[in-house]
């Protein structure tokens, strides 16, 4: 396939996001694209500065981009939510990233807190819903600060919602070799939510004979990851369980430093959005301590949905020999180093 | 401590829950504890017999005991969340069993599927609410089976329901060595029933200067659960995070057949409900496969929360020494071998 000129949003963000971005972009350009990258300062600084976190103008600029690679966002300083709901979620409800898409992967030489597991054994991709559920912010409290206070939160989902993105899975679930796919939720106490979720896997199955469908309920899916991994293929879950499970997904293939997502819009009526799933790591910010692998690997995600897929591969490849070659893990390495060397195998 | 009459109700429930409650009970008697033990016929057979969970009459009359034994509720013939919501939450709401007691301790000898992890990195209880959150059943649907269905789910948060339960895990903080309390939630999303519970945590602290406070997002405690398990003594959480954390910690401490619980209600105006953590396992059912321990283990807390600690404490130990003594783990031996070895350490 042909380079071509993309067009990238960054968004470097708060705490280590800025440094692992600025590995990822550099391997980014060894593969011998084209970018034209635009950075965006939004984070905490921004909202520390201007009391902004994702002015309308800039949401609408960032809509002509090809894709948006995002480091880290949040901070101490800032009240929770404020940051995550005004910048991060704004950008996936706004873009309409129905598909977070989280690889849970263990690659060779990777050390797995799981005694005896090996890398067949964790492979399985997590399609997380990325725009409704309890992430749709509504609920409210009442007489806040008294006894008798009450906090509500609603979890929203739409037969228009859990089926795109069940569509999804099934597509990605038919592409693979173990065609598996697993619901994972909580329908013996979500009974609503859990309905329309289950009665949609099964009626979309119907479409998908060659896929093998399963069901697990979210709290022995958790119990599953660390005993059986190897249960799972693809996952298909709302959006607050493939949250957890996510996490809990990058502890078992190796941490987070590894872990790379997707905020995928598959119609492309609006950029997506790359990023690690770690966070901003204050405690570590600043330091070339944080590991730019997940930045790295989010990189290639980014190639790969912009049909770029042997470029993609190929960062794939450098990171997978760079782990195999360095069995200490990341220690011992600062973060540029990891991106010069993920760089230097990329080009070479 | 002078032995006395226990007044015991007993719902061995579906699937191997009679198998691993006989086993309870048989440890409860070697104890030398007088029991009046009666049992009730609740779950699925009952439901498909009558139509039946659990009538009014019987809640009343369950009212009248000291404690209840629960072995699991749950079967596939009947719809999800039937059995699960009108017998086992019913239980749990009636009897406002609002702390969900759950503790996380690898015991010498059990293997774990965390390589590297010793017993002394594994031990935390977590304190799970039990009657609020997502758990509370409001939600509903519209236009279901249509394309333009929305399906809702509730989480409902009092200051009353959460303060309780915070000042629940502080007492218990208070009288570990650790004094480490973790509040587990998802306060930078769920961000009103989040700050409900991280000021009331905040608030309670104050009065509770020898403990630690810590705060975890639940994604984040997840992996640190697989991770660095050692970061958490007594954990509290809301009802949903309980349920999958917990899960996740039984998987840690060496599987879902060692993990108890306690439904606990600390005023004693009802009486305290005991239950292993895991399910009814209707594929293992009636094959003496099960592992009774964690019905064992519940019993152990059962005695402890009637003030019985000498015998508790015996039950434990027995536990503890079949457990050390047995590195091979449960294999080889039927849940009533097993039961009957526990039981001998208790009399001998
Ligand atoms: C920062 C936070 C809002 C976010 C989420 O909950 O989705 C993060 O945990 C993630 O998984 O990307
Ligand atoms: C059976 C189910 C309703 C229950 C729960 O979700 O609380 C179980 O998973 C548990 O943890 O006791």
Redesign the interface.
């Known amino acids: 396939m042909e380079s071509r000129n993309i067009r990238l949003a960054v968004i470097p963000g708060d705490g280590i996001g800025a440094e692992v971005v600025a590995e990822g972009l550099k391997v980014l350009e060894a593969v011998g694209t084209k970018i034209e990258a635009t950075h965006y300062d939004l984070g905490a600084a921004r909202y520390h500065r201007t009391g902004e976190t994702l002015p309308d103008a800039v949401l609408d600029e960032l809509r002509g981009y090809d894709a948006i690679l995002l480091g880290a966002v ?1 901070d101490p300083s800032v009240p ?2 404020v940051l ?2 005004d910048l991060l ?1 704004r950008l996936r409800f706004a873009f309409d990233h129905y598909v977070n898409l989280r690889p849970v992967k263990l690659f060779p030489g990777v050390r ?5 597991a090996t890398p067949g054994d964790i492979d399985m991709v997590v399609v997380r819903e990325g725009t409704e559920g ?2 749709a ?1 509504t ?3 009442m ?18 919602g859990v ?1 795109r993105v069940v569509r999804y899975a099934f597509e990605k679930a038919r592409s693979r070799p173990r065609k598996k796919l697993t619901l994972v939720h ?11 979720w ?2 949609t896997v099964d009626r979309v199955a119907a479409e998908y004979p060659e896929v093998t469908t399963d069901y697990c309920h ?3 899916a ?6 059986q991994p190897e249960r799972f293929d693809v996952v298909v879950t709302d959006n ?1 369980f493939g ?6 997904g ?3 293939a190796g ?2 430093g590894l872990a790379a997502s997707g905020n995928v819009n598959p119609e492309r009526t609006s950029p997506s959005m790359f990023e690690p799933v770690h ?1 901003s790591a204050p405690d570590i910010a600043g330091q070339g301590k944080a590991d730019p692998t997940a930045a790295v690997l989010s990189v290639a995600m980014l190639l790969d949905h912009l049909g770029l897929h042997a470029e993609a591969a190929r960062v794939e490849q450098a990171v997978a020999t760079d782990l195999a070659e360095r069995p200490t893990g990341r220690a011992g390495r600062a973060t540029n180093e990891i991106g010069d060397d993920i760089t230097a195998r990329v080009s070479g």
Do not use: C, W
């Open positions: 949040g929770p939510g995550e709901r979620l797995t807190p799981l005694a005896g309890l992430y912010g609920g409210g409290a007489r806040r600060g008294t006894p008798h206070e009450i906090a509500t939160q609603e979890s929203l989902n739409t037969a228009y089926e909580k329908t013996n106490v979500l009974t609503f939510a859990g309905d329309l289950q009665r979210v709290d022995a958790s119990m599953f990851f660390v005993t607050l949250d957890i499970i996510t996490d809990l990058a502890a078992i941490g987070i966070g």
